[in-house]
């Protein structure tokens, strides 16, 4: 008997509010938090004999938003997988008949099954080759993702709202900074995993200020910001998290240029390294 996969549209939408991208702007998005049940389309072709993927959202914070949302420009509303042009198909066309979609690309079902099982297998061949007795990650097999009986459906109606603008970030309250503020573009970043900068961010919470741990105004220890003395103090976080973070990106793209050939799309964007190029003139 033929087994159909059960894949869906998923039911949200993130919502932006103002304009995005002006500097101090109060643009945000809301972004569903908990667990987001995966149906098939009421108009689906064949009826699905599996159940609906409870998908928890919270739990790949850790990955980008655009690993996953790969065509979104971290700007506008993101768009349903199902919308008109992208993986539009729901199921993958019979070997006699064309794709009819616009560009060809992947049916909902295939596209679902590439992004989430074959991450999944490739999370575990890296722990394997790491040496790892115990495998953490998602399931890849059918009923680990589809369980019978059908799981129930389950929706949370949690959200954050997140910046999408510039924020502007400057010195605590007391500190007599030397340097003007840094207006940080939050939307720019949605490239990289939210817990790469928001360590320990639970997924679910209001995610709160780096000072609100990095707190210490003054060096522990030596003025070296890389010393591990300093690790609550303010100015040290940021330094290591984003100067870091931007010199390896410098790395990764003179690396790519110096094979030839490459679209400058496909180039890890450039940012700055040196302090005129993030703080503001005073």
Request: glycine share 8%; hydrophobic share 30%; aromatic share 8%.
């Amino acid at each position: 008997m033929k087994r159909l996969f059960l894949i869906a549209v998923p039911w949200f939408a993130f919502v932006l509010m103002g304009v995005a991208f002006a500097e101090d702007t109060e643009a945000t998005f809301k972004l569903p938090t908990g667990t987001i049940t995966l149906e098939a389309p009421q108009d689906a072709e064949y009826k699905a004999t599996l159940s609906p993927v409870n998908f928890p959202h919270s739990l790949h914070f850790s990955y980008s938003c655009q690993a996953c949302h790969h065509n979104w420009d971290g700007n506008g509303p993101i768009k349903s997988c199902g919308t008109s042009g992208c993986h539009e198909n729901f199921w993958v066309p019979k070997p006699d008949q064309a794709d009819v979609s616009e560009n060809g690309v992947k049916s909902m079902v295939g596209a679902f099954h590439q992004a989430c099982r074959d991450c999944h297998r490739k999370e575990a061949d890296q722990q394997k080759a790491a040496g790892s007795k115990s495998i953490a990650t998602g399931p890849v097999a059918c009923a680990g993702c589809h369980p019978d009986p059908h799981s129930q459906i389950e929706n949370s109606d949690t959200a954050l709202s997140i910046p999408l603008g510039v924020i502007n970030i400057e010195a605590p309250e007391g500190v007599e900074a030397t340097r003007g503020s840094v207006g940080f573009p939050h939307g720019l970043h949605f490239q990289f995993a939210c817990k790469s900068c928001h360590h320990d961010w639970d997924g679910e919470s209001e995610v709160e200020a780096c000072s609100s741990c990095h707190s210490e105004t003054e060096p522990s220890g030596t003025r070296n910001i890389k010393d591990e003395a300093n690790q609550m103090y303010y100015l040290a976080a940021y330094h290591n998290a984003c100067v870091t973070c931007h010199r390896d990106t410098d790395k990764k793209r003179k690396a790519a240029m110096a094979q030839g050939n490459i679209d400058k799309a496909d180039l890890p964007k450039a940012a700055p390294v040196n302090c005129k190029g993030c703080h503001r003139s005073s």
